[in-house]
């Protein structure tokens, strides 16, 4: 039978990106008849702002899934670890923002302007990429449907915001200190070194090969989104002192020609994506412009030169919206549409 107004449960609701979560359910109108905010024992009670109204956040707890259809997870893996299989037991369909998921093979990873067909196979919980990887998808699946990629160099410029509201507050903190030359009692918690004016190439922790697991959340879900193994994908994650909007320095090596030209076309045409590119007249995009917006954008888009079919680009978007809020509500949505929600 098909439904009209589903139960949503959002766990980590007073969370960085689970407000943005509740903010982009209003925003979007999505038919939900109720709207449950789940957090820890620490904000149980406190309330969350839903549009101009305000609910009351519970405590995350075994039962709090029964009569729930859809839940939005973003209280960090572990919750998820334990929570999701719960939620999905109880017969409601999880999307999971964590990195809990994500490469567990009877786990669905979905962008839905990249892959929504792979939500048909899903068992009850779907993950959402991290971030970083979410923006370049949407913007390298059209041009591998086109020109076939090979391999993608990229560097990131990650905003604290990915970090969570404590992060956000750290840099606020050292950029007031520094402001008064009180530097002495800058005292570094979130992040292992000042954030402040600074650039740290270490995001999450390092791994054997001396990658971090950011970088390698790209490698893997790169080629799990695109199905596709063969795509070499070689990142360098760097977190800068923005607070919202990641850019990302990409770099393409294409099976087949691709033009500067020919790609600026292309990805006009390309769902989620808006091109920012006129040199002449200094349109580039922009963090401080990606705020707030839905869209990925995508400028410096120009031929590499010293390889026969490269192409270098700059893409930005924000990342507590399509990295994470916006691209969670877009699967609900998709979930929806193709009357998914239920656990097959
Ligand atoms: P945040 O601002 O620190 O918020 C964390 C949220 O989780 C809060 O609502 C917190 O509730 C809740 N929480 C923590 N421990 C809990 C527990 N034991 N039981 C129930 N709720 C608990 O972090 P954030 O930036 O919103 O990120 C949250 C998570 O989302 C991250 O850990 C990550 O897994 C994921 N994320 C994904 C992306 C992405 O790339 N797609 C981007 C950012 C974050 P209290 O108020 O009770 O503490
Ligand atoms: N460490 O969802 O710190 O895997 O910016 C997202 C953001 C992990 C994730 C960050 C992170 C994720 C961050």
Known sequence: ????????AVVGATGAVGREM??????????????????????????????DDELVVRELGEHSFEGVDIALFSAGGSVSEEYAPIAARSGCV???????????EETPLVVPEVNPHDLDWHKGIIANPNCSTIQMVVVLKP?????????????TYQAVSGA???????????????????????????????????CLPHIDRFLENDYTKEEMKMVHETRKILGDDSIGVSPTAVRVPVY?????????????KLS??????????????????????????????AVDEDATFVGRIRDDETIANG??????????????????VQIAETLVERELVRVP
């Not at 950029?175 to 030359?181: H, I, L």
């Not at 919202?244 to 087949?256: A, C, R, Y």
């Not at 680009?313 to 691209?327: E, P, Q, S, Y």
Request: aromatic share 8%.
């Open 143 to 155: 041009i591998h449907d086109a020109a076939t990629i090979r391999r993608v160099v990229v560097s």
């Open 22 to 51: 509740l903010k982009t359910l209003k925003a979007r109108n999505f038919p939900a008849c109720e709207i449950i905010p789940l957090a820890s024992s620490r904000s149980a009670g406190t309330k969350v702002p839903y549009g």
């Open 94 to 104: 999880v999307v999971d923002n964590s990195s809990a998921w994500r490469m567990d």
């Open 311 to 328: 192409l270098n680009m700059w893409i930005v978007a924000d990342n507590l919206r399509k990295g994470a809020a916006l691209n969670a």
């Open 244 to 256: 919202i909007g990641h850019s990302e320095s990409v770099n393409i090596e294409t099976v087949d």
């Open 1 to 8: 039978m098909e439904r009209d107004s589903f139960v949503v």
């Open 260 to 289: 500067a030209r020919d790609c600026r076309a292309l990805l006009s045409q390309a769902p989620g994506i808006t091109v920012q590119d006129n040199p002449e007249e200094n349109i580039y995009p922009m963090a401080i412009e």
């Open 164 to 198: 969570g509201q404590k992060a956000m507050d750290e840099l606020t903190d050292q950029v007031k200190k520094m402001y008064n030359f009180d530097m002495e009692s800058i005292d570094p918690k979130y992040f292992q070194y000042r954030i402040a004016f600074n």
